[in-house]
C-alpha cells in the first residue's frame, strides 16, 4: 500500500513522497495516512483537495472497500476482508538478516551476589537478542563483569581475614549451595568496605591487596594462596551467575568477558594514544571532555592502575576483534550515561566506525512497592532472589498455597518488559501474578485457554475469510497487526510494544469470543481457524518475551 500511494503522488505531483500509514480507531479504516497535509504545503494548495485526489486514485484500483478523507486532510483507507485477513500470515521483516548483532548485558561483578538491577537487566537483555535474532541476525549474547578492580579487593582483603589467614583449605567450611557461597562472599564485600570507608590503616592494606590482585594476574598466578582464594572465589561467584540465569530460563551467555582480560587492550589502546587523545593530568592519563560538551575522566590512575574506563575501552576492541559486529547493543542503568558518553568519545576519536556500530540502552532503578533504592555498598540491597521470592509469595497468596515456575517467572518477566526502557519500575508482585489484569500469567491464561478451545473442536478449519461480523473482523484486523508491532519493536529495541500488543490481541479475542459462538456454530471452521491464528500469535509473541505459553494452566 505504500508503495501504490508513492507511485500515485509520484504520477500526480512528480514528488518522491515518505509514505507513513498508520491504524486508526477501527470505525474510521483499517490504515491511514497523511501524506497529504506533508504534500500541501510544497504544492500550495488546501489539504483536503490534495487528499481527494490521492483517495480518487486509490478508488480507482478497486483494491479496498473505502477510501475516505478527514480532518483537515487524513486519507483513511478500508480493506476488504480477504486483504485484512491476508495480513494475518504476513512474516516479520528480516531487517536485521544477516548481521552480526553483539548484546551485552546483566554484567555482574564476580565476588559479589546478583541483585535488582541486574534481574532487570538480564530479562530486558534476552528479550531485546530474541527481537534481533527474529529479526535475522546472528546474535552472541555477552557478559561483562569486574574480577579485578576495588571491590575485588575489599572482598580478598575481608576473606582473607575471616579464613583466619591465607588459608585456601577453609574455603571448604563454607556451605556449598551456590547462593549461599554468594550471600557469603557479598557479606564480605560489606566488611570490606566497611573497614576502608571508617580505618585508615585498613583502606591502606585493601589499596595494597587491589595491586597483588592485579599482580597475580600479570604473573598467570594459580599456585599461591592467596591465588587459590582467589579463583575458587571467583569460580563460585561464576557457577552462581550460571544457576541462576539457568533458574530465570534465559538464553545462555556465548561469552563471559572479565575485566582482567579487557585490562591490557584497554592500557594498550589508552596509552597508543596519549598525547593525541588521551593527556597526563598530576601522573594519570585522563580524556579531557570538556570541548565536547563532556566532562574530564582518569583513565590511569596516578599510581598506573586502570579505571573502568579504560577496561570498557578494552572490552571494545576485544568484542570487536571476536565477532567484528556490525551492531554492539550495551544494556545498563541510566547512572552511567554520562561516564559512557565519555568512554565511547575517547574511542570515536580514533575508532568512530566501532562508536557507530554501538548502542548504549540504559534503564532506571527496580524497586518493589514500598521500596526504597538499595545499596550493595550498604549491604541493604535488594537481590534478584528476593524479586523473585516476593512474586512466589504473591502466587502463593492468590492461589491458596499453589505454586507454578512458568507462572511466576511469566509474571515477573512480563511486569519488567511491559514498562517502557529508560525509566524506574516499581514492582508490584501481587499485580503481576494475576489473571485478570494486563499481566503475563493473563496472557499465559489466554493462551491455555485458546488451546482448550481448539481441543473441543472436530471440525477441521479453514482459511476462508469473508462476509465477516463485527468482532471477527476486529479479531482479523488485530491478528493482522503482529508483524508490524514486532517490527517496530525491532526498530527501537523495545520489547514493551510487543507486551502492549498482546495484551490488546487478548482483550479483543475475548469480545469476539463472548459474542461469537465457536463450537457448534455454522461458522465453526472460519472461527476455529481463527481461535489457531490468536493462539499461535500469542506463543510467538510471549516466546520473544522468554515466557513460557502453557497448554493448560
Not at 44 to 68: F, N, S, W
Not at 202 to 227: C, G, M, P
Not at 318 to 324: N, Q, S, V
Request: net charge negative; aromatic share 10%.
Amino acid at each position: 500500500m505504500n508503495d501504490a500511494i508513492t507511485n500515485i503522488v509520484k504520477n500526480l505531483y512528480d514528488i518522491d513522497a515518505n509514505v507513513v500509514l498508520t491504524r486508526p480507531e477501527p470505525q474510521f479504516g483499517d490504515y491511514a495516512t497523511n501524506v497529504a497535509l506533508q504534500l500541501a504545503g510544497r504544492l500550495g494548495r488546501q489539504p483536503r483537495e490534495v487528499a481527494e485526489e490521492i483517495a480518487e486514485q486509490l478508488r480507482h484500483t478497486d483494491e479496498y472497500t473505502e477510501v475516505t478523507i478527514a480532518g483537515p486532510g487524513f486519507i483513511n483507507i478500508r480493506l476488504s476482508d480477504a486483504q485484512l485477513a491476508a495480513l494475518m500470515t504476513r512474516a516479520v521483516g528480516q531487517s536485521m538478516l544477516g548481521q552480526t548483532i553483539v548484546t551485552e548485558y546483566s554484567d555482574p561483578n564476580p565476588f559479589k551476589v546478583l541483585h535488582a538491577g541486574h534481574l532487570y537487566t538480564t530479562i530486558v537483555g534476552d528479550a531485546i537478542s530474541r527481537l534481533c535474532e527474529r529479526a535475522g541476525a546472528v546474535v552472541h549474547r555477552t557478559n561483562f563483569g569486574g574480577d579485578v578492580g576495588l571491590h575485588v579487593a575489599k572482598n580478598m582483603w575481608a576473606i582473607v581475614r575471616t579464613l583466619g589467614g591465607e588459608n585456601p583449605s577453609k574455603l571448604a567450611e563454607v556451605d556449598e549451595n551456590l547462593h549461599a557461597r554468594a550471600a557469603w562472599l557479598s557479606a564480605r564485600y560489606v566488611e570490606g568496605n566497611t573497614a576502608y570507608e571508617d580505618d585508615e590503616a585498613a583502606k591502606q592494606e585493601i589499596i595494597a591487596t587491589n595491586k597483588r590482585v592485579y599482580q597475580l594476574h600479570a604473573d598467570n598466578d594459580h599456585q599461591s594462596e592467596f591465588a587459590q582464594i582467589y579463583w575458587t572465589c571467583r569460580g563460585w561467584s561464576y557457577k552462581y551467575f550460571d544457576l541462576l540465569y539457568r533458574e530465570l530460563e534465559v538464553a545462555p551467555f556465548e561469552r563471559y568477558y572479565p575485566e582482567s582480560e579487557t585490562t591490557p587492550a584497554g592500557l594498550e589502546t589508552v596509552r597508543v594514544h596519549t598525547g593525541e587523545v588521551y593527556s597526563e593530568s598530576d601522573g594519570a592519563i585522563v580524556f579531557v571532555g570538556e570541548p565536547y560538551g563532556l566532562h574530564t575522566r582518569v583513565f590511569i590512575n596516578s599510581v598506573g592502575l586502570p579505571t573502568y574506563e579504560t577496561k570498557d575501552v578494552g572490552l571494545l576492541m576485544h568484542k570487536w576483534r571476536d565477532y567484528h559486529f556490525d551492531r554492539s547493543i550495551v544494556i545498563t542503568g541510566n547512572d552511567i550515561v554520562e561516564y559512557m558518553k565519555v568512554v565511547l568519545k575517547s574511542v570515536e576519536q580514533y575508532e568512530p566506525d566501532l562508536v557507530q556500530r554501538t548502542t548504549h540502552l540504559t534503564h532506571g532503578n527496580l524497586k518493589l512497592v514500598g521500596g526504597q533504592k538499595m545499596s550493595s555498598r550498604r549491604g541493604n540491597v535488594l537481590l534478584a532472589l528476593d524479586v523473585l521470592e516476593a512474586a512466589s509469595e504473591a502466587q502463593r497468596q492468590a492461589f491458596d498455597g499453589a505454586t507454578d515456575r512458568q507462572v511466576m517467572l511469566g509474571a515477573v518477566k512480563y511486569a519488567f518488559l511491559s514498562n517502557r526502557i529508560g525509566g524506574d519500575i516499581i514492582y508490584n508482585p501481587q499485580e503481576s501474578v494475576s489473571i485478570h489484569g494486563n499481566s503475563g500469567p493473563y496472557l499465559q491464561y489466554a493462551h491455555a485457554r485458546a488451546c482448550s478451545i481448539l481441543a473441543k473442536s472436530t471440525v477441521a478449519a479453514h482459511e476462508t475469510f469473508d462476509n465477516l461480523n463485527e468482532y471477527e473482523r476486529m479479531l482479523v484486523r488485530k491478528l493482522g497487526e503482529y508483524s508490524e508491532v514486532v517490527e517496530r519493536a525491532i526498530a527501537e529495541l523495545m520489547p514493551h510494544h510487543v507486551c502492549t500488543y498482546l495484551y490488546e490481541l487478548a482483550q479483543v479475542f475475548n469480545r469476539f469470543y463472548e459474542n461469537c459462538q465457536v463450537i457448534g456454530d455454522t461458522h465453526e471452521a472460519r472461527r476455529i481457524s481463527l481461535v489457531a491464528h490468536y493462539r499461535d500469535t500469542l506463543a510467538e509473541g510471549l516466546d520473544l518475551l522468554g515466557i513460557h505459553a502453557p497448554e493448560q494452566l
